[in-house]
């Protein structure tokens, strides 16, 4: 507890009873303490994160999920319904497809992820869910029968702008995959790709729910209009997150 305090861990107590817990014998735990103090995050130390109150393996080097994507996990489980076809890009971990299905047992689940370190871990955390991961650039590897049956679509892409990279905390900074943070100019590149594609890939009455900050929000509403959505924001002020959200017309045909 005293090495994680004078590191600069906030939570020094806490972690300390994490570490001690994960550990097997007192030599693992002096590596872990070690890494940790090093600046890894607690999560790549432990192997796991929770979210929205599951163990989610977490791998080094892969994206952790953050306690303000849980709002996304909660507001894609609200649109699902047994049976849905749930696809996740970005997926990372595959945390928000596992809640989901832990939800709602019986959805067809997919998801992609570029990183393949991403992609080995999310295989692992679906597995017990059925889940179906690929590897590749957002849709590219999805099964072209998909197209225009999804009822929930899920993007945690990257959204910060490439100038702000450098600013974030050492940990994710230095310890997480760039793909899975830099965004491009403004932090959105990767997501206008994906509400482009989303009407070729929702079922009529489907939704895309991607996350930003608050002051994305607006632009990125647009790409939602562009692409003949109706879009809707849900905001939670105590996680400090957002979510912008696109629902295909049922009555739109089909592209």
Known sequence: MARLRAAGCVFAEDEAALL???????DELDRMVARRVAGEPLEHVLGW??????RVEVDPGVFVPRR???VLAVEATALAAPGAVVLDVCCGTGA???VVARMLPGIELHATDV?????????RNLRGARGRVYEGDLFDPVPRALAGAVDVLIANGPYVP???????PAEARL?????ALDGGGDGLDVLRRVIADAPRWLAPGGSALCESTDEQAPSLVDAVRRAELVPRVVRSDELAATVVIGTRSVDRESG
């Open 175 to 179: 310890h997480e995959a760039r793909v």
């Open 20 to 26: 001690t817990e994960a550990a097997g014998t007192a």
């Open 162 to 168: 490439t100038d702000a990279v450098r600013l974030l």
């Open 115 to 123: 990183d393949p370190a991403a992609v080995a871990c999310a295989r």
């Open 49 to 54: 994160a929770d979210f929205c109150g599951l």
């Open 96 to 98: 928000i497809g596992l």
């Open 68 to 70: 303000r994507t849980e």
